[in-house]
């Protein structure tokens, strides 16, 4: 794995210190309990505490750990890469990890074996990462532990619990698709408030009222901005090449429909990002949609839509907004 260093700032002692901007890219934090499945390891913890853990990690340091649940899409993801220099990547994914940096071993020699191009990693002893998120531009952080994600979220920052157990990836499938929900997601939870309290008949009034105000904007908005760039270059390398195949593609994935369906539009307009498709299903079960569209990340802010989504595709609970305003589940340790 290279450490990219694409350009030197000159210190006033006349040494050269090597720097590395984050400000241009796409950068995603991931905790090794997303990318890795790491049940097994979690057991461990569970019987024999943080020593046993940690015994067990150095015994098994030569082991690499199988694919977690967020493993396809962020393999992917890297691999849009290869639309830029390499010393200027598109895409830079940090390990956000409660591993010390002893048992964090395992993690990047997994990484090496896996040939993912991640060389960059946090590691805190028993202690949650997710503050380190603004200093690293971050516009997206996963974990399967839920109090990390849930104290990310409530400090204004965009963070996804993610679910289900370990997936069919096609290693040769070069594509990468994701899926978002609106509300809650992509926009605020102002309209999913007034459903609550009014009901689908108070909603459907007060979003044709309001067809043409946008939502503000959700904790995901900024994430999906990023990937709007990336799209923008595939279509640069499209036209300069006609027998590129564009390989990203987003779809939107919503319970509304008309006439709400209006806002959204509207919204993202306004916004300035953009999505490839749009699925408004009325009360359509999302499952039966994705396991077709067979998206490799799916984000939505209602537990209980993805725990049918997550039983056939990987899904990422954003615990945002009045409706997450609850007792959250036992976390995982790392």
Known sequence: MGIFLPYVRTTSMGGAVPT????NRLVVGIASSALFD?????AVFQERGEEGYRAYQADH???????GVAFPFIRRLLSLNDLSAEDDPLVEVIILSRNDPDTGLRVMRSIRDHELRISRAVFMQGRSPYRFMPALNMSLFLSANIDDVRQAVTAGLPAGHVL??????DPNDPDL?????????LATDASEQVFQTGGIEGFRDHELRNAAVPLDAGPLKDF?????RIQKREEAERRADAGYRTRLHVSLVTARSAPAHERPVTSLKEWGVTVNDAFFLG???KASILEVLKPHI???????????????????????GRINERPAPPALHT
Do not use: C, M, W
């Not at 790491?38 to 979690?42: A, I, K, P, Q, T």
């Not at 289900?164 to 990836?169: Q, R, T």
């Not at 999906?224 to 709007?228: F, G, R, S, V």
């Open 164 to 169: 289900g157990g370990l997936y069919d990836d």
């Open 20 to 23: 590395y901007g984050l400000e």
């Open 61 to 67: 340091v030569g082991h690499t750990l199988r694919p």
């Open 38 to 42: 790491l049940e097994e390891s979690d």
């Open 298 to 320: 799916f984000f939505d802010d209602q537990a209980g839509h993805l725990e049918k989504t997550s039983r056939t595709t990987p899904s990422v609970h954003v615990p945002f």
């Open 224 to 228: 999906l901005a990023h990937i709007n």
């Open 283 to 285: 009360g359509i079960e």
């Open 177 to 185: 698709r994701i899926s978002f929900d609106f509300d809650g997601v």
